[in-house]
T-cell receptor
Framework: AQSVTQLDSQVPVFEEAPVELRCNYSSSVSVYLFWYVQYPNQGLQLLLK??????LVKGINGFEAEFNKSQTSFHLRKPSVHISDTAEYFCAVSDLANAGGTSYGKLTFGQGTILTVHP | DVKVTQSSRYLVKRTGEKVFLECVQDMDHENMFWYRQDPGLGLRLIYFSYDVKMKEKGDIPEGYSVSREKKERFSLILESASTNQTSMYLC?????????FGPGTRLTVT
């Protein structure tokens, strides 16, 4: 079974500072990885995804993540954060599961990291 | 753009009531999911559906049931709400790997 560990439950930073949110996963098969963001009282929005190809993935709002197969990590980074980046961030790994004779992508989520950007 | 909508943003129900949470997607996706989100636990899968009238249990199905009579609509049912079902409920849909989420329903059971 797949699992995802987000190493920090809360990350406080000052505006314009760089930030890294850490994510480690376990998977025995091909890996598909996602970062989602949840702003207060909203649903989850996809930030970026790794399906194949380049290990450096760029997403929305200036975020990027690097897939490291040897370290089984998919850390999220931003070189300079804004107050508006304050949100909860979820790392997720997709596994192929079967139901009713068809395959679908089942997501396993980490526990979430609350990023708070201070002025 | 994919749009997933949920019938209510906030809901307050009494213990023992039957509760319906509705989810609608407009992208003809095969798969739909119901999650609950609790602080420190991330998102946990309650049920999912891979076709009309087809469903599978997720990781925490106890106390819940689902209905999918039309492809675009997936309902979560709490037969007899309990206080430990107070939570944020998120619906999602997908064609394959990437899931698209609705805005969530914050349910309080008193």
């Amino acid at each position: 079974a797949q699992s995802v560990t987000q190493l920090d439950s809360q990350v406080p930073v000052f505006e314009e500072a760089p930030v890294e949110l850490r994510c480690n996963y376990s998977s025995s098969v091909s890996v598909y990885l996602f970062w989602y963001v949840q702003y207060p009282n909203q649903g989850l929005q996809l930030l970026l995804k790794y399906l194949s190809g380049s290990t450096l993935v760029k997403g929305i709002n200036g975020f990027e993540a690097e897939f490291n197969k040897s370290q089984t990590s998919f850390h999220l980074r931003k070189p300079s954060v804004h107050i508006s980046d304050t949100a909860e961030y979820f790392c997720a790994v997709s596994d192929l599961a079967n139901a009713g004779g068809t395959s679908y992508g089942k997501l396993t989520f980490g526990q979430g990291t609350i990023l708070t950007v201070h002025p | 753009d994919v749009k997933v909508t949920q019938s209510s943003r906030y809901l307050v129900k009494r213990t023992g009531e039957k509760v319906f949470l509705e989810c609608v997607q407009d992208m003809d996706h095969e798969n739909m999911f119901w999650y609950r989100q609790d602080p420190g636990l991330g998102l946990r899968l309650i049920y999912f559906s891979y076709d009309v009238k087809m469903k599978e249990k997720g990781d925490i199905p106890e106390g819940y049931s689902v209905s999918r009579e039309k492809k675009e609509r997936f309902s979560l049912i709490l037969e007899s709400a309990s206080t430990n079902q107070t939570s944020m409920y998120l619906c999602a849909s997908s064609m394959f790997r990437e899931q698209y989420f609705g805005p969530g329903t914050r349910l309080t059971v008193t």
